[in-house]
């Protein structure tokens, strides 16, 4: 078994030993990932961006994971496949983004 | 080779293409994670919890990818491996949200 | 003096006897809001739309001040007015959603 | 009349000329708020300090009305008076952040 579901059985495994799926609909899931993603930017919040790059490295970790772990459990509540939706996605980019347009330039896709 | 390095593989090679690690630093990349979580909830926004279960499954899958995507890069820049630390932390919620206490309500640890 | 003027002023003057004006650079007090927009979020995380309603009153206060103090102070640093950026908002949201075609849906302006 | 309660009175006019009342939940009011705040981060993202402070100042006008906007609606919506929430909150991070402990340092008030 791959190491994406086996982290989805896992966060399965720990939601329903609490008897949370109640309280995980698609809609909070995706609150819940934003407000982890909150946490995140919180450890760079009036930080330069080399300090940044200092950061703790377990809180790091930590608020990385939660991220991770709400949207796994989004992803399996839906069934995608995740490695799937993400190379689909690598590519799609790479047609708004072409490597000739975008080479070296932070503009987004509709100002290139 | 594992999914998610795979992923990562993949994800630097398209960056690196583009010559975007220069834009990739910690704190952008951060960012960058919150802004697309923010795209995610806005797929739901003014909709009810049902209604947000039929939501458009290719939107969805698009805007997870993009969280998918920023959060593996941010991974892959400082060497963590995601499988691992997704465990670490289900371990360490698991000690701050006992079967026991937490069974069946969605408080937050600090009010169980 | 009107009140928005009075609280950037008091704002301000807070930040100032801190030595605060070093942090608060554009990108920062930007990013300061969406995190405190998140902590509002996290008041209604795993409640339903009913429950939420009945959140408790001080933090939505404590909450939705924060929001308004980090969003006056980039205002303040900006020197907007923060009375006509609204009302010109409101105009051009008008032209967006004209009463006609957005009456009673909640459907993006690219969708109606 | 004060000019917060002219703001609020044009939003909810505006509001209720759409019939958006119904879609206008303090939940829903609140991820609205989030969802703006990470369209004004976007206008910094992959842009260094320096860059962000030239932002484009119709763009940050427009995102910045947008907080507000919904912020004042939630606010309207609770009946709180802005001018008296942002003040109180003043006074409590005095409390939380003294001028002696946190003058010219970025840290959190549980770190100082």
């Known amino acids: 078994m791959n190491d994406i579901q086996i982290l989805i059985d896992e966060l399965v495994k720990f939601r329903d030993e ?33 300090e940044s790059e200092n950061v703790d490295r377990n809180k790091l970790k930590e608020e990385l994971a939660d991220i991770f772990a709400f949207g796994l459990l989004l992803a399996g509540k839906h069934g995608f496949d995740v490695k799937e939706i993400v190379l689909e996605k690598i590519i799609k980019n790479g047609e708004k983004y072409p490597v000739g347009k975008s080479k070296g330039t932070a503009k987004k896709y509709n100002e290139l």
Not at 31 to 41: D, F, K, Q, R, T
């Open 18 to 50: 609490r008897n949370w799926n109640q309280f995980h609909n698609t809609k909070d899931l995706a609150l819940a990932i934003s407000i982890e993603a909150a946490e995140l930017n919180e450890l760079f919040l009036w930080k330069t961006t080399e």
